[in-house]
């Protein structure tokens, strides 16, 4: 008996082993266990025992988008649903502002080209108290609602909805809905947390820092990034050259000089002896000069006259067009004319404009707009007050 229950056992274990090589292959039991979701409405305090955490990122990449290489914008959601809007991040306001659906296009026809807000149909709208917003000519009311951009959710940001938006240049040639400001607090006319500021506030991002790139590349209708809370060390080459915040309301810092090669042995230099203030301007492609300055490096790089006080030259010269240095934080930062030269289709054809144009600013105050900012990397570093400028890879 005990010598057939043997040969049974050897039986069985040699088919068993001829069996797992002919089908190559294990039966591997398989154990039903209970999903999350069964244990969380078990019990609620599941994911605490498993020691769950949700991480939110620190900083956000949103794109930029161009217009004519005058106007760099990014796309973003007000409200829930949301309503698409384009914004200009502008380093020289303090405030956000979009047209509000109040715009009358008949009185107001650039709000017919415009995406309009309209709080009653945003579930996540809150009413506050309507005060009047008047900033050069632009009139509206208060209001308060989320924004959305990338993967960043502000919510309860107040704003201004603009109803009337006057007949100037400044506006009416404006290709974006609206701006977002990012110059310093004390710009701010519609709250306390300004977007930046309150994204810092709700933890939205960890750092107090945002950089710029800009860029001239014409077979790509994106114009670059904006990176919220950080540094982008692809686009930077060398160091980056860090000066300080001279007057925390622009960000104000202190050029050196401002030369105009004519050619390889004679140069023309402003900002006399003890340098001059300038502030960085995200929102414009201009170089913003005193007045008395205008006609002169115009005249340099042999410009003429156009429109709006603005001045040409042709379009056939400008890769020959001098080199031009800005000295800043004793660093040459030189620009060429692909920079600041901005192509336009018009009617009657294609116009190089120059970028160099009366600044309207008071205290022989400049402005750096794109066309120097796409020349360059640039940081605006809130915590320590200072702004880094580095060179383009």
Request: glycine fraction near 6%.
């Amino acid at each position: 008996m005990m010598y057939r229950l043997m040969l049974l056992v050897i039986f069985y274990n040699v088919f068993c082993t001829i069996a797992q090589v002919e089908t190559n292959g294990y039966r591997i039991p398989l154990v039903r266990r209970k999903s999350p979701l069964h244990m969380l409405i078990k019990d609620p305090d599941y994911t605490r025992k498993l020691n769950i955490q949700k991480t939110h990122p620190t900083n956000e990449n949103i794109t930029l988008f161009k217009y004519l290489d005058s106007e760099y914008y990014a796309k973003i959601l007000v409200g829930k649903p949301g309503q698409t809007f384009t914004v200009i991040f502008d380093t020289t306001w303090g405030d956000m502002w979009i047209p509000s659906k109040l715009c009358s296009k008949k009185i107001y026809p650039i709000c017919d080209k415009k995406n309009l807000y309209d709080p009653d149909v945003s579930s996540s709208h809150k009413s506050i108290d309507p005060a009047p917003f008047n900033v050069d000519g632009l009139v509206g009311n208060l209001t308060c609602d989320t924004v959305v951009m990338g993967h960043l959710n502000v919510s309860d940001l107040i704003f201004a909805a603009i109803s009337k938006i006057p007949s100037v240049p400044q506006y009416q040639m404006m290709h974006a809905d609206g701006i977002i400001g990012l110059g310093y607090l004390t710009l701010a006319r519609t709250t306390t947390q300004p977007f930046f500021y309150k994204l810092l506030d709700d933890k939205k991002i960890l750092k107090p820092i945002f950089s710029v790139y800009m860029n001239r590349d014409k077979t790509t209708s994106k114009g670059g990034i904006i990176f919220l809370g950080g540094i982008e060390t692809k686009h930077i080459k060398g160091e980056i050259t860090y000066v300080p915040v001279s007057l925390k309301k622009y960000w104000q810092i202190e050029m050196n000089q401002f030369s105009v090669h004519v050619n390889k042995t004679n140069s023309k230099s402003f900002c006399g002896d003890h340098g001059c203030q300038v502030i960085l301007d995200t929102s414009s492609n201009a170089i913003g000069v005193p007045n008395e300055y205008v006609l002169a490096i115009n005249n340099l790089i042999s410009a003429t006259e156009y429109l709006y006080n603005r001045y040409e030259v042709p379009c056939s010269r400008v890769n020959k067009l001098p080199k031009i240095t800005l000295n800043i934080g004793s660093r040459d930062f030189n620009i060429s004319g692909r920079h600041y030269i901005q192509q336009m289709e018009t009617e009657n054809g294609t116009v190089c404009i120059t970028a160099f144009c009366d600044s309207l600013l008071p205290d022989g105050l400049w402005s750096l707009g794109g066309g120097f900012l796409s020349s360059v990397y640039t940081t605006f570093d809130l915590e320590n007050n200072r702004v880094g400028i580095a060179d383009l890879k």
